[in-house]
Each structure stands twice: as C-alpha cells, then as structure tokens.
C-alpha cells in the first residue's frame, strides 16, 4: 500500500503539543483519571481495581460492546465490534469493502482518512463538496448524480468535521434510503453525535435506519477521552463485522485492557460525561458568537449546528496559512489552515471543546487587532 502524507496530522505533529493554546482542536477537554474513576459504578470499579493487564477479547469487552449496543436500539452486541479508535476502523472497513474497479462518494472537506484510505485500496474516489454558500448543507441530489454502477461505498460525516454542519432528519433518510435502492453500503462517521447544539436536531444514527449502514463512534469526541483509543463500529451485517475481524489480526489485534474499562466507566455514565461537553460547548461558542460579530470584517462565519468544531472564512487578501503561522508564532494560539484538507476559501478549523478558549480568543483577537 501506497498512502500520501496525512496533512492535518503532519501539521499536529509540528505544532499540537508545542503551541500553549490549540484553538483548533477536534476533541473535548480530556478527563483527569481522578475525576473519571469517581464516576466508576461498583461493578466497573472492582473490574478496575483487580484488572491484569494481559491480552483482551478481540472483539473487545462483552461489557463494554453491551454498552455501547445501548448507544443504539435495537442492536445487540454482537453487531458491535470495537478497535484502538475510529482511524482502524475506517482503514480496516474500506480494506474489507473497496478494491480496484471499486467507486466510493466522500463528502470534502472532511478528515483525510475518509478518502485517502479507500484511494490506497484502489478505489476511485469521488470527493462531494460541501459549499459555505449553502451553509455547509448537504445535497442528496448532489450525491446521486455522484453514484455510478460501480459506487460500493458512500462515506459521510454528520455532525461534520470541519463545518460543523448537520443534515435535517428528512435530508439524512433520504441519503440512507438512497444507498439502501441502490444496494451501497454507507459508512456514517458518527463520532461527534450527541453534541448537537439544539438536542431536537439529533438524528438517529445511520445504523437504526438501514441494513447496510456503518455507524462509526469513538471516545474521543463527546466523551472526551481521546486518550483512551477506543472506537467502534456499529452495522447489523455481521458477515462483514467477521471480515473486518479477521482483518483486524492483522492490525492491533484487541484493544488496551485498561482502556476498555475506562470506557465502561463513562459510558454507564455517559449522561453526566455528555452534561459536561455540551456545557463547555455551550459556554464556548456564546463567546465565539460574540467575537465574529465583532469582527465581522475579518471572518465569516456559518454557526455550526453540532459538534465541537467550525469552519470560519478569513476576509482579508492575506492567505490564511500565512495568518496562522503568523497567529501561532506571536501569540502562541494555534488554529488549523483549510490547506491542509486541500480545501479553497481561505477558511480554517476552529475548535469549540477546550478550557483555555477564553483566553486562547483573547489573544486571537488581540493579534487581530494588532495586524489590521
């Protein structure tokens, strides 16, 4: 296999844990371990306390898979299979899936893996843009002029990473309805769910809907514990969840012992863990509301409707990866250039689920003010 650079990750690597302020970042504030044990019901914490750290059941913990079945009704957990985050799963389904003579549509701008993985099986890839003048909206028309009789797979991610945007209930049955008349299976990348900013708009997840949808989740994003590496997906064919096991032996195998029970832990939680992300959402993006009003001459900006990031337009000639290299150098505040996902429009990520946002906006916004 032949895979290109992954730019937004090359670009974290240089700068994610040297910068003091990630004002880009995808996840939510990350838990103390302190804080996350306290939460421990007594079955999960005699499980931690007499843990040895041997090998795990491949396909994860019956515990945990049971947990997160719960995450979608009418599942069981044997239609649950879990892997060291979402990043295995996508590259482990589209390896099972796709190969050569194969065709997959996959919205853009979106996280590189979504596309470059399926494009590294041999697949021909169909990039379906999503456009800042339609709000970021997703069109199902768009999509089916995208299908060809060779499409297997169609990838979306909703809420959306960068955009923050979220289809209506009607617009998102009409997607899974259409892959399911033309006979493609849909991955939905479902890792920001529940962090919509209006609850009413939470759509259901793509594998309630069809039988041949994938709903990928993951730890890092609600529940704020990327450090964990647990991911999983979610699809009632269970022929492919085997395929995608056996590959998996190849990979990692099974998951950490200790984060498998971590992540029982928040999940049997999960409200009180939720309650804590969509506060900090909340708070964070009043501020941000407040700041591109004032500097409406500066940025444009499409409120995101779920999620924990945005995809701001910056005004001015200057090109934006010239404005964040400038931003992370003087002040230290990092935000991620639209470059990296090949995207044009002088746009970049911002990042809602941080503690330091206040401070890391008051110093954007002072750089601003400075190199007007």
């Given amino acids: 296999m032949r895979i290109p650079d992954f730019k937004l990750e090359r670009y974290f690597a240089r700068w994610e844990f040297a910068a003091p302020y990630t004002l880009c970042s995808s996840d939510i504030e990350g838990w103390k371990m302190k804080e996350l044990l306290a939460l421990a019901d007594p079955d999960a914490l005699g499980r931690w306390e007499a843990l040895t750290l041997g090998y795990t059941e491949a396909p994860g913990l019956p515990a945990l898979r049971d947990e997160i079945a719960t995450l979608y009704p009418g599942l069981s957990s044997d239609e649950v299979l879990t892997f060291a985050g979402a ?17 997959a549509v996959v919205t853009w701008p979106g996280y590189q893996s979504l596309y470059e993985v399926a494009r590294a099986t041999g697949a021909d890839v169909t990039l379906l843009p999503l456009r800042e003048e339609d709000g970021w909206a997703f069109d199902v028309e768009a999509l089916r ?8 797979l169609v990838v979306v991610n909703f809420p959306h990473n960068p955009t923050g945007a979220l289809p209506d209930l009607a617009t998102f049955q009409a997607l899974c309805a259409l892959c399911d008349e033309r006979g493609i299976h849909l991955l939905s990348d479902e890792v920001y769910r529940l962090l919509e900013h209006d609850a009413s708009a939470r759509l259901p997840a793509a594998v309630s809907l069809s039988p041949r949808a994938f709903s990928l989740g993951v730890m890092s994003k609600a529940f704020g514990l990327a450090g964990l590496r647990v991911g999983w997906l979610a699809c009632r064919d269970v022929d492919v969840l085997r395929r995608c096991m056996a590959y998996k032996d190849y ?8 984060s498998e029970v971590l992540s029982l832990i928040a999940l049997r939680a999960k409200e009180r863990v939720l309650a804590r ?23 444009h900006w499409v409120r995101p409707r779920a999620g924990s990031v945005a995809f701001p337009r910056l005004l001015r000639e200057q090109p934006v990866a010239h404005f964040t290299d400038a931003l992370v150098q003087r002040e230290g505040v990092l935000l991620l250039p639209g470059d990296v996902y090949d995207f044009p429009g002088n746009h970049f990520r911002l990042g809602l689920g941080r503690t330091s946002l206040p401070e890391a906006l008051s110093r954007l916004e002072r750089f601003v003010s400075d190199t007007r």
């Avoid at 295995?88 to 003579?101: Q, R, T, W, Y």
């Avoid at 992300?277 to 940025?299: C, E, G, I, W």
């Fill in 277 to 299: 992300s969509r506060a900090l959402l909340a708070s964070n993006l009043a501020l941000l509301d407040d700041f591109f009003a004032r500097h409406a001459d500066t940025f």
């Fill in 87 to 103: 990043e295995e799963a996508v590259f482990i389904l589209m390896n099972v899936l796709l190969g050569p003579g194969d065709h």
């Fill in 251 to 258: 990979t990692t195998i099974c998951n950490s012992a200790p």
């Fill in 145 to 152: 002029r995208a299908l060809t009789p060779s499409t297997k």
